[in-house]
């Protein structure tokens, strides 16, 4: 007999009671537990590195370094890092109490939120659900775990092997699309750190109100690059091709596009050719080295986005083979299709400018972006770039590699995205940091302030506040 009750993996219901009566035991909550898990997640992460890899290659046809390099090698760094300072991070701080207050003692106590939803995209299909996992395994919370149904090897390699090294009543894998992840947010959460595109961001963030959660939101959008003559223009543009190209340019933080003058952009031009050639060869298509796009849905998208008359280095594609060269269009224009909306792939439009001004002023006139690179060795105009411009970070001369820095959290600004983790920061992400009090009886000092209000009461106040 048909049933009407959804399959068990559908059942969000079911999970996320499940996951809270395992929280409200208080088992994540020692820190032998939580270093257990960490130690846990690194052994996976080395046990697993061939099937990690194989999975990355299928979906992504990512190369087992770059798969090392960008994921699995990025993970066990913030796992050290973690285990490294979890004990310091966790120590109760002591605060000061003011003279009116006195005498009394307070500090701050960290405490893990509960229970956290960690939905995570495609395109960094392990490093993105992972990353945040560790910072919520560090604060002692209970995780449920949403990896992109677009990347499917590895959504299926993260689910087997998760419950595997993991404490499979914690850490709850669920795999699927938009049914799955709808029906898990309409559970109740205490955070959800969502990695992802903008318009989906909306729909977390509506589902999240309902439940006053609070979230962080990992987004994207158009982050620009600015490069002048004052640099090495061959050593920069290695930089920027591997910034741009580097998982065929399907990296939230690579730069979206060049701002440079007419002068400027005809130098870099052949250095960013001979860059592309030196990492890929003559045929990036045939290099291991170099990915593939995610489907033929995103190739088809980022086709429509090459015009062929300013396309000036690459341009080639194979849509079948989900293959698109690094390909560079030069001069690109504001209204252009590639200058619209984030590029996400390996296209990389010079947009060219009168100078640093206008190019200050083309930047502030768009979306606050997720990461502002600026080439330039002009000390004066890194000040401006610094006090005028406003981004999720602000590097100069290197890109893309800034978020590996484990002390500088990482994330977005206005619609670029709000709250940012990595090291210390995603301890605090899902941490609430609860400011512990106490005053003796005596003396009764407070007394001084009471009613019957007069005078006296008014002289404290001046004296005192
Ligand atoms: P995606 O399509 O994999 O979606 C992300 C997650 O949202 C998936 O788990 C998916 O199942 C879920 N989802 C999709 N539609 C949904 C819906 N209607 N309701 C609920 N959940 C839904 O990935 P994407 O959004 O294409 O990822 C690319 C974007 O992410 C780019 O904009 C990129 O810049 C951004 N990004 C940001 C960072 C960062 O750290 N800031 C990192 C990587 C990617």
Redesign the pocket.
Known sequence: MASDTPPIHLRADVVVAGIRAIFESDRTRPLAWRIAQLQALDRLLVDGAEAIHGALLADLGKCAIESRLTETAFLRAEIAHTLKHLRRWLRPKRIAIPLSLQPAHGRLVPEPLGVALV??????PVQ?PLAPLIGALAAGNAVVL?????SPNVSATLARLIPRYLDNEAVIVVEG??AE??AL?REQFDHIF?????A?AR??MTAAAQHLTPVTL????KSPLWIDESVDMEAAARRIAWAKFLNAGQT?VAPDYVLATPAVAEKLIPCLHDAIREMYGDDPRNNPAYARIINTRHVERLLALIDPMRCVSGGEHDAGERYIAPTVLYPARADDASMQD?I?GPVLPIVPVADADAAIAFIRARSKP?ALYAFTSDHALRRRFVGETSSGALVFDFAVAHLTAPDMP???VGTS?MGAYHGEASFRIFSHFKPVMGKPLWPDTLRLIFPPYGKAVERVIDWLL
């Not at 969502?194 to 903008?198: A, C, F, I, M, V």
């Not at 990992?218 to 959008?221: C, K, R, T, Y």
């Open positions: 939905i995570a995209p495609w395109n960094y993105l949403k990896p992109s149904e677009v699309g938009i992840t709808t947010l969502y990695t992802g595109n903008s989906v729909v977390v990992e987004l994207g959008g939230c984030e996400f997720l990482f994330g977005g995205g």
